[in-house]
């Protein structure tokens, strides 16, 4: 399996833009997490899907923030405005269950917001 | 909801040596610890977790223990390699359902030679 699959790596954007994060789950896992790292707040949740559904949106920082699971087989979240405190590196990461089981994190895409 | 702090940030040991890193969590109805280690540019790994009935769990250099009275939990690294330089966080939840992961903020292990 190719693991968890995110696109793009790095992103660049000028404040103000849209911006759209994907993500590819493991084939066969039911749950799927976004998560933010920064220096200053360290490893944040900011939504988890069970089954394409949201279960826990309370770390979505602000209505800009929204994040889709269309199918069990791909995720967005995006970014509508930017803003350049929103640079951080983005993570998906997936499980077979649910947050208890071994989530298996993507590479990651690094945004900058300038 | 839960809080986990992790000690110390930054930790320097010299290849061979033991590595401890501890936490602490706030939420008494936690009972899933995993423990996550992230090298760079990657994205973090689970290396070993521990559920709330047992004490101690160990895989070769590895071992993770825990203290439900205290709340706290360590994870031991023995005879450390340079391969074990990477950034490593623990984290808490509750089995099942719509519990979600609390990680600490990270612990930067180094290993010299």
């Known amino acids: 399996d190719a693991g968890v699959i995110q696109s793009p790596r790095h992103e660049v954007t000028e404040m103000g833009q849209e911006v759209t994060l994907r993500c590819k789950p493991i084939?066969?896992?039911?749950?799927l997490f976004w998560y933010r790292q920064t220096m200053m707040r360290g490893l944040e949740l900011l939504i988890y899907?069970?089954?394409?559904?949201?279960?826990?949106d309370s770390g979505m920082p602000e209505d800009r923030f929204s994040a889709k699971m269309p199918n069990a087989s791909f995720s967005t979240l995006k970014i509508q405005p930017s803003e350049p405190r929103d640079s951080a590196v983005y993570f998906c990461?997936?499980?077979?269950?649910?947050?208890?089981?071994?989530?298996?994190f993507g590479p990651g895409t690094r945004l900058t917001v300038t | 909801g839960e809080n986990v702090e992790q000690h110390p940030s930054t930790l320097s040991v010299q290849e061979g040596d033991s590595a401890v890193i501890k936490c602490t969590y706030s939420?008494?109805?936690?009972?899933?610890f995993p423990w996550y280690k992230q090298e760079l540019g990657k994205g973090p790994q689970l290396i070993i977790d521990?559920?709330?009935?047992?004490g101690e769990k160990k895989d070769q250099r590895i071992a993770v223990t825990l203290n439900k009275t205290a709340k706290h939990f360590s994870l031991h690294i023995t005879e450390t390699q340079p391969e074990d330089s990477a950034v490593y966080f623990c984290?808490?939840?509750?089995?099942?359902?719509?519990?979600?992961?609390?990680f600490g903020t990270g612990t930067r292990l180094q290993v010299t030679l």
């Open positions: 084939s066969g896992h039911n749950s």
């Open positions: 939420d008494s109805a936690s009972n899933y």
């Open positions: 990461a997936s499980s077979f269950r649910d947050a208890s089981d071994e989530q298996y």
């Open positions: 899907f069970n089954n394409n559904v949201p279960i826990d």
């Open positions: 984290a808490a939840s509750t089995l099942g359902g719509a519990s979600k992961l609390t």
């Open positions: 521990i559920r709330s009935n047992v």
